[in-house]
Antibody, heavy 113, light 106 residues
């Protein structure tokens, strides 16, 4: 069974940092590109970042460029999102997704003083 | 950057056909996907490549494309189809979701 399990969310003050993780199982991780997508409370989906299967290509939404860094460890079947200089508007549920065809249940990030 | 425009809400009675549109210039050259999201749950892919249905998705879900508009059609909508639906497409390093459509079936 394909599974994606996010972790690392929680409360953080503005300007702080968090590192999200996504542990995957049930498929050959290094065959697929991966994504982070977020959803602010009561709002729609927003694509955040993507990484290619071998990490040679990454891309970011303008809203997070320069603050967030996506990475992966194919040996550990894990995807990461390092989030720095967090703002109130980064408050959201963060989902990891395999090429947007399979999604995890999400982890909640709350940025508040 | 690209934008995708969806109606904010659509309502149908059970058994009727629900149609949700998504418009944007990107759709003239790139495929669209549709996602279903029920409250408190992660999105689920219901249509890809404009009209392909993943395994496990009921046949009543179908997709079509014409020019810069794609349409998700739910034939014989059921109460359990009540959810938010999002279109999505990607091109030129832009990945964009539509604003979402709340489908009410009652």
């Amino acid at each position: 069974e394909v599974q994606l399990v996010e972790s690392g969310g929680g409360p953080v003050k503005p300007g702080g940092s968090l590192r999200l993780s996504c542990a995957v199982s049930g498929f050959t991780f290094d065959f697929y590109s991966m994504n982070w997508v977020r959803q602010a409370p009561g709002k729609g989906l927003e694509w955040v970042s993507s990484i290619s299967s071998s990490s040679d290509y990454t891309d970011y939404a303008d809203s997070v460029k320069g603050r967030f860094t996506i990475s992966r460890d194919n040996a550990k079947n894990s995807l990461y999102l390092q989030m720095n200089s967090l703002r109130a508007e980064d408050t959201a549920v963060y989902y990891c997704a395999r090429e947007l065809d399979v999604w995890g249940k999400g982890t909640t990030v709350t940025v508040s003083s | 950057s690209y934008e995708l425009t969806q109606p904010s809400s659509v309502s149908v009675s059970p058994g009727q056909t629900a149609r949700i549109t998504c418009s944007g210039d990107i759709l003239a050259k790139k495929y669209a996907r549709w996602f279903q999201q029920k409250p408190g749950q992660a999105p689920v892919l219901v249509i890809y490549k404009d009209s392909e249905r993943p395994s496990g998705i009921p046949e009543r879900f179908s997709g079509s494309s014409s020019g810069t508009t794609v349409t998700l059609t739910i034939s014989g909508a059921q109460v359990e189809d009540e959810a938010d639906y999002y279109c999505y497409s990607a091109a030129d390093n832009n990945q964009v979701f539509g604003g979402g459509t709340k489908l009410t079936v009652l």
